[in-house]
């Protein structure tokens, strides 16, 4: 597939003698929505985490935006991640001394864009999210929703190629949950991201455009979701 912006081949991973990962083979393509589903333990985090770059895998082979990144340094892969990948994760993780605008402007500042032009681009997509109002505010001054919908804006700040989502709505209520999953899902249509969703929820994987079932460290095949 000739627009396929994330993939891993045969990837293997290991905690000490167990074998976590079990010649697991995933592609996601440009614009793309799909959900990892499965139980505890059945190795979807270990899977992100090696796509991502986190974790370099002990077989297999890991491409983004059609370069390989398992053979590389720590450096390279940490520039690899902060260049083409946004993350969104259960509790959020935004930086508490920070505001909201400034958090989201992370990325970009991080990648060396001037402050304006970050501040521009963060205000356009908490405006997108439809909280532009709360840029000004700190952490303790929003709601578990609120700065979900912050940490959406933050991982799509930069134009990553994907996002990764990691239960981004399992500390919220069903409606705050909902509405994240409305902005990540519809933002990354505006942006063009495509969005990986880990989850054990069906709820949340109805958002996605097919599932992919995880068991004992092996995929499944897919089914659409209707």
């Not at 793309?32 to 992100?48: C, D, F, I, N, Q």
Request: net charge negative; with cysteine; hydrophobic share 45%.
């Amino acid at each position: 597939m000739s627009d396929v912006v994330l993939c891993g081949r045969q990837l293997e991973h290991s905690y000490g003698a167990e074998q976590v990962l079990k010649g697991v083979s995933f592609d996601i393509a440009a614009g793309e929505v799909v959900a990892l589903m499965g139980p505890s333990g059945s190795g979807k985090s270990t899977l992100l985490h090696v796509l991502a770059g986190l974790l370099r895998p002990s077989g297999g082979e890991v491409w983004l935006r059609g370069a390989r990144i398992d053979t590389l340094g720590e450096h390279a892969r940490a520039r690899a991640r902060l260049r083409d990948l946004g993350f969104v994760f259960q509790f959020g993780d935004l930086v508490p001394e920070l505001t909201v605008a400034e958090n989201v402007e992370l990325p970009l500042r991080l990648l060396g864009t001037a402050r304006t032009k970050a501040r521009r681009r963060a205000t356009d997509l908490l405006d997108l999210l439809g909280i532009a109002e709360l840029g000004d505010r700190r952490l303790h001054e929003v709601s578990g929703g609120q700065s979900q919908r912050a940490a959406v804006a933050r991982a799509l700040v930069h134009e990553p190629a994907v996002v990764l989502a990691d239960e981004p709505t399992g500390a919220l209520d069903t409606v705050a949950g909902e509405q994240v999953l409305e902005a990540l899902v519809g933002a990354s249509k505006e942006t063009g991201a495509a969005v990986l969703l880990v989850t054990h929820e069906m709820s949340v994987a109805a958002w996605a455009e097919r599932d992919v079932q995880m068991r004992d460290g092996a995929l499944r095949t897919p089914a659409a979701l209707g």
